[in-house]
Nanobody, 132 residues
Framework: QVQLMESGGGSVQTGGSLTLSCAFS????????TGWFRQAPGKKREGVAV???????TYVDSVKGRFTISRDNAKRTLYLQMNNLRPEDAAMYYC??????????????????????????WGQGTQVTVSS
């Protein structure tokens, strides 16, 4: 019903910046939670940041002050602006989303946090490498 496609991954040096994009298509709604997750080799996938349909954002502590999540509703595109990148930021980055009906808007927005179990649709991932 919903498809996601990440882009913008690449290789940067420590301290550099990179912007990731995630294009949504299919049966999206105006009641949603969308976000970014990442997985480094040998580690579990972890949440990075989320943004809900009401515009509220949540970041994990490790990226606060460095990453910014945003969206362009007209383009149905999610972004992650990453600044001051560190080697520990290197990972496969995935975008994800959950889209509910209007009557559940308050619920999906209130519980929009970077936890995997809250997301039903996932992209294929885009690789981010940070060189020291």
């Amino acid at each position: 019903q919903v498809q996601l496609m990440e882009s913008g991954g690449g290789s940067v040096q420590t301290g550099g910046s990179l912007t990731l994009s995630c294009a949504f298509s299919g049966s999206t709604t105006n009641s949603f939670c969308t976000g970014w997750f990442r997985q480094a080799p040998g580690k579990k996938r972890e949440g990075v940041a989320v943004i809900a349909s009401n515009g509220n954002t949540t970041y994990v502590d490790s990226v606060k002050g460095r990453f910014t999540i945003s969206r362009d509703n007209a383009k149905r595109t999610l972004y992650l602006q990453m600044n001051n990148l560190r080697p520990e930021d290197a990972a496969m980055y995935y975008c994800a989303g959950t889209f509910l009906s209007e009557d559940l808007k308050d619920t999906v927005e209130r519980y929009c946090i970077p936890r995997e179990e809250y997301f039903g649709f996932w992209g294929q991932g885009t690789q981010v490498t940070v060189s020291s």
